[in-house]
Nanobody, 122 residues
Framework: QARLVESGGGSVETGGSLTLSCVAS??????MAWFRQRPGMEREAISG????????ICGGSLSRRFSVSQVNANNSLLLHLRGLEPGDSAMYYC?????????????????WGQGTQVTVSS
């Protein structure tokens, strides 16, 4: 059974850093990506990588502070958060996509984790 599990969330002060981890089990998605959902807002894509390590950056200005890396080629993805601000407080989700086309659209991702909460205090 395809499953994605996130970890690493927590509470930090402004300017702090966190590394979130996502591990896929039961399958190897072609793409893995990170999304976030801030209170009262729609879920937004941040960045992802495919099984060949090719990146796909969706978050625009977020890429100056957020980056992704892989531990194993096709079953884990880290999200490195730096320079965190209170506006970054959100539930961060990992998603897997079986198709080969790069996309930032959440509707194109087949599988989702339960999310990990990041809270940034001022």
């Amino acid at each position: 059974q395809a499953r994605l599990v996130e970890s690493g969330g927590g509470s930090v002060e402004t300017g702090g850093s966190l590394t979130l981890s996502c591990v896929a089990s039961g399958y190897s998605p072609y793409w893995m990506a990170w999304f976030r959902q801030r209170p009262g807002m729609e879920r937004e894509a941040i960045s992802g990588r495919n099984i060949y390590g090719s990146p796909h950056i969706c978050g625009g200005s977020l890429s100056r502070r957020f980056s992704v890396s892989q531990v194993n080629a096709n079953n884990s993805l880290l999200l490195h958060l730096r320079g965190l601000e209170p506006g970054d407080s959100a539930m961060y989700y990992c998603a897997g996509r079986r198709g080969a086309e790069a996309t930032c659209s959440m509707g194109e991702y087949n599988d989702w984790g339960q999310g990990t909460q990041v809270t940034v205090s001022s």
